[in-house]
């Protein structure tokens, strides 16, 4: 049972313009929640994060939104860039203290120049 | 520099032999972690270490062993029992006392299974 869920497999816009990229939840005990930003052939590299306790996170162009209520948080990119096209995962911190993360299935962004 | 790196970048494998996967971390992290993706898929949680000589299993465990004998390695062997091996494999670490949630990823192995 997919208890991170990406429903966008790919997504497609123009340079300069802004990205949204979704993510939903099952798990009402996720408190940390994290994006992460990865290339053909490499691992992951984390982009940016959020705690429960917040509706908003901001770094430079990124922006996370979490709406608990909805169980949903997506990630802005503002201007997007040719090179932010990658493959973007979003990940839950699973209750209990071990750090595991469970990840939804990605989505693909592709920025058109 | 501090990292994680993961050897070897491809592994090709005939059927019916074990192969072991290469992490190391130079971070000083307690925490490690191998995932293993599969295209259109996320990650998904193979073993993790919160210290050494512990270890724990993941969603995906069956077909797989790890060890943690010390601190900076956690080798994954990828048995003869995994059905399906042909993924890509990534390792990653985590300060565990740290209250940053983030895990730090390596390379990532490609494995093949001829």
């Known amino acids: 049972d997919q208890q991170v869920k990406q429903n966008s497999p790919s997504l497609s816009v123009q340079e300069g313009r802004i990205s949204i990229l979704n993510c939903d939840y099952t798990n009402s005990m996720f408190d940390y929640f994290l994006w992460y930003k990865k290339y053909p052939a490499e691992g992951p590299t984390f982009l940016i994060s959020i705690s429960s306790i917040k509706d908003k996170n901001e770094d430079g162009r990124f922006t996370v939104f979490l709406n608990k209520s909805a169980k949903h948080l997506s990630l802005h990119i503002v201007p997007s860039q040719p090179g932010d096209s990658a493959v973007y995962f979003c990940a839950a911190v699973d209750s209990g203290n071990t750090g595991k993360l469970i990840f939804g299935q990605g989505t693909t962004l592709q920025v058109k120049p | 520099d501090g990292g994680i790196t993961q050897s070897p970048k491809y592994l090709f494998r005939k059927e019916g032999q074990n192969v072991t996967l290469s992490c190391e971390q130079n971070l000083n992290h307690d925490a490690m972690y191998w995932y293993r993706q599969d295209p259109g898929q996320g990650l998904r949680l193979i073993y993790y270490?919160?210290?050494?000589?512990?270890?724990q299993k993941g969603d995906i465990a069956e077909g797989y062993s790890v060890s943690r004998e010390k601190k900076e390695s956690f080798p994954l062997t990828v048995t003869s029992a995994q059905k399906n091996p042909t993924a890509f494999y990534l390792c990653?670490?985590?300060?565990?006392?740290?209250?940053?949630?983030?895990?730090?990823f390596g390379p990532g192995t490609r494995l093949t299974v001829l």
């Open positions: 990653a670490s985590r300060n565990y006392r740290s209250s940053y949630n983030e895990q730090f």
């Open positions: 270490s919160q210290i050494v000589n512990d270890f």
